[in-house]
Structure formats: structure tokens, C-alpha cells
């Protein structure tokens, strides 16, 4: 089946830990995103990326990390510098940035901190 | 900067009853305007897009309009059904080579 695998669904930081969350498309689509999305907010944009290689700033950049060094895998690091990680995290993908395609989501990561 | 607003941000309704959700967004030059369907815990599914130069969509039950000079976007949804409980969210591309830029969400309750 073609979609977006998320993992893990739950993950826990220590204070002063670095995390990486995972996510893998298998439906060969250039752009991928990450969103932030706290109880009763709304999808706040992480970083993007539109090709391998090259990613962008989202409005919450600060305290993320992110590498694309496949088409396939986006992973996004939630560094010791992110002071309010607790949040619940969403990979998304779609064919290419500004395109009437339809944006596809994955299952999300929930991060706790302990 | 775009700012997306929905509006109730939760709604309870028997079930059977039609239902209005609304989004409007300040900046009218959009690319397109998406409806996405949350269950709690999970992630989002696209219901319908709209293209700048279309006035709605249908999908079912689901008939998404948009008027962008106004910059306002409904989700009709006809006969609700308890199946249809879950948050709804809209969200604008309003530039090429950017991401979507969402609104907080309405969270709909079907009471059977």
C-alpha cells in the first residue's frame, strides 16, 4: 500500500536529549513537510522540503533540525534547544509545493517529555 | 500574513441535521483552498480541494464552496451521521513553493 509511515507513535525526551522522529513515503512524491500541532491548535509548518537535498524554514524553525538526503525519508531532530517539545508531530507529502494536488498525512508521532 | 480563522470551533448536532462549517482566510490570493477530516490521535485525510478558479467541490455527502474575493470557504455536510465526528480542518496555499497554512479546526459532535 502506498502511503506515509510515521514512527514511533510515541516517543519520550529526556531533558537535554536530542530525538529524531521518522518519516518514510513510498508514494514518490518531491515535497515533504513537517507540522507542529499543540491541543487546540491548529497545524503549524516546521520545515518543507520541495526536492533532495534542500529544505526550508517553517514559521517554528527554532529547536528543529531536518535532512533530506532521499526522496523516500524526511527525518525531522527535536533538539535540546526546543524548551516545549511536548507536542503532537505530523509528516505530510505531496506530489510538489504549490501543486492542486492533494496533501497526504501520515499516522503522527505524540512527544512527551519526561 | 495569511491567517486562517474557523468558526464554531466545536459543534454538537443530532443526528440527520445538515451542518455548515465556515474558514476564512485575510489574504484572497490564494492557490487553493483544502478540507482535511482529524480523528483524535491521528492524522489528517484530505476530503476536498478546491482550485482558486472553482466556486466548490462535492464528495458524497461533502460539498465544499469558496468565495475568495470575500475570502471565505464553507463545508456543507448533508444528513450528518455519528460516523461523521471528528475535527475538520481547512487550510489555503496562498503562494507557489510554500507549504498549506492551516486553521486551528472545528471539532464536530453526532449525537445518535
Not at chain 1, 1 to 12: A, E, H, M, R, V
Not at chain 2, 68 to 87: H, M, V
Amino acid at each position: 500500500d502506498g502511503g506515509i509511515t510515521q514512527s514511533p507513535k510515541y516517543l519520550f525526551r529526556k531533558e537535554g536529549q536530542n530525538v529524531t522522529l521518522s518519516c518514510e513515503q513510498n508514494l514518490n512524491h518531491d515535497a515533504m513537510y513537517w507540522y507542529r500541532q499543540d491541543p487546540g491548535q491548529g497545524l503549524r509548518l516546521i520545515y518543507y522540503s520541495q526536492i533532495v537535498n534542500d529544505f526550508q524554514k517553517g514559521d517554528i524553525a527554532e529547536g528543529y533540525s531536518v535532512s533530506r538526503e532521499k526522496k523516500e525519508s524526511f527525518p525531522l531532530t527535536v533538539t535540546s534547544a526546543q524548551k516545549n517539545p511536548t507536542a503532537f508531530y505530523l509528516c505530510a507529502s505531496s506530489p510538489r509545493t504549490g501543486s492542486d494536488e492533494k496533501l497526504f498525512f501520515g499516522s503522527g508521532t505524540q512527544l512527551s517529555v519526561l | 500574513k495569511q491567517e486562517v480563522t474557523q468558526i464554531p470551533a466545536a459543534l454538537s448536532v443530532p443526528e440527520g441535521e445538515n451542518l455548515v462549517l465556515n474558514c476564512s482566510f485575510t489574504d484572497s490570493a490564494i492557490y487553493n483552498l483544502q478540507w482535511f477530516r482529524q480523528d483524535p490521535g491521528k492524522g489528517l485525510t484530505s476530503l476536498l480541494l478546491i482550485q482558486s478558479s472553482q466556486r466548490e467541490q462535492t464528495s458524497g455527502r461533502l460539498n465544499a464552496s469558496l468565495d475568495k474575493s470575500s475570502g471565505r470557504s464553507t463545508l456543507y455536510i448533508a444528513a450528518s451521521q455519528p460516523g461523521d465526528s471528528a475535527t475538520y480542518l481547512c487550510a489555503v496555499d496562498n503562494q507557489a513553493g510554500t507549504a498549506l497554512i492551516f486553521g486551528k479546526g472545528t471539532t464536530l459532535s453526532v449525537s445518535s
